[in-house]
């Protein structure tokens, strides 16, 4: 069983953008951090409400470049912008076997570290997109919970060594409803995340997890288009990101 988790942005700062999703958009930040020798540091997002839970935006900003450099080189050669998206499971031992006999080659397997192991499907395989399949003891977690237990520890957020400053949650409270990908052959992108991602098709090149929502539509390339938000808020682009108001 696969959980749609979140939805990536690559930066090369990500104060800024912390700042609008959280102190502009109400969003309630969850945690962050770097693991040692990733190359990154890391803040999510959650943009939804307990009783009307969203989607995560987790922000990824290079860190410790000279043990890990991806993330440096993505940002280099193309900016800011989405980067990846992750989904959760239970049984990821489980997972790289059923990928497997789907004809779909994982990479980066790495199942070492019982705390986060990880594998990816390259975006040639997955339709121009980074998707990422992880496992973490806590397993599948409900984002509405997840949202109560960090509000309920205050607005006042620091995350790892007040790399970003605190951040004081305000404004309108704004809900992430799904991520549009573009494909040129918008059918067969469908298929590909509802039989390999266990998605549910739900019509109109819409595909639906617990945890969150993908939207489908045509267009020449590939990849992520824009996020879409219910809110009172002006669309726009943020961290090389299509923000999307409704």
């Given at each position: 069983m696969l959980q749609l988790d979140h939805v990536a942005i690559?930066?090369?700062?990500?104060?800024?953008?912390?700042?609008?999703?959280?102190?502009?958009?109400?969003?309630?930040?969850?945690?962050?951090?770097s693991p040692p020798g990733a190359g990154f540091r890391a803040m999510q997002v959650h943009m939804g409400e307990p009783d009307a839970p969203g989607m995560t935006v987790e922000l990824l900003e290079p860190y410790a470049s000279e043990a890990n450099d991806f993330l440096q080189r993505f940002v280099e050669?193309?900016?800011?912008?989405?980067?990846?998206?992750?989904?959760?499971?239970?049984?990821?031992?489980?997972?790289l076997e059923r990928l497997r006999s789907l004809a779909?080659?994982?990479?980066?397997?790495?199942?070492?570290?019982?705390?986060?192991?990880?594998?990816?499907?390259?975006?040639?395989?997955?339709?121009?997109v980074v998707v990422q399949i992880a496992q973490t003891p806590e397993g599948l977690t409900d984002p509405s919970v997840l949202v109560s237990a960090r509000r309920a520890k205050g607005h006042m957020i620091f995350v790892g060594d007040d790399w970003w400053g605190s951040i004081d949650?305000?404004?309108?409270?704004?809900?992430?409803?799904?991520?549009?990908?573009?494909?040129?052959?918008?059918e067969k992108t469908v298929e590909f995340y509802c039989t390999v991602l266990q998605?549910?098709?739900?019509?109109?090149?819409?595909?639906?997890?617990?945890?969150?929502?993908?939207?489908?539509?045509?267009?020449?390339?590939?990849?992520?288009?824009?996020?879409?938000?219910?809110?009172?808020?002006?669309?726009?682009?943020?961290?090389?990101?299509?923000?999307?108001?409704?």
């Open positions: 690559g930066l090369a700062d990500a104060a800024p953008v912390a700042k609008v999703l959280a102190g502009q958009f109400g969003g309630t930040v969850l945690g962050g951090g050669r193309h900016g800011d912008g989405p980067h990846h998206l992750t989904f959760k499971t239970d049984d990821i031992v489980g997972e779909v080659e994982p990479v980066g397997v790495k199942f070492s570290n019982v705390q986060w192991q990880e594998m990816f499907i390259h975006p040639k395989a997955a339709h121009g949650r305000g404004g309108a409270s704004a809900r992430l409803r799904r991520v549009v990908l573009g494909s040129p052959t918008p998605g549910e098709d739900s019509g109109g090149g819409r595909i639906l997890w617990t945890g969150g929502e993908l939207a489908v539509v045509e267009r020449a390339d590939l990849g992520v288009v824009r996020l879409e938000l219910d809110g009172d808020h002006d669309s726009g682009v943020i961290g090389g990101t299509q923000f999307r108001f409704a």
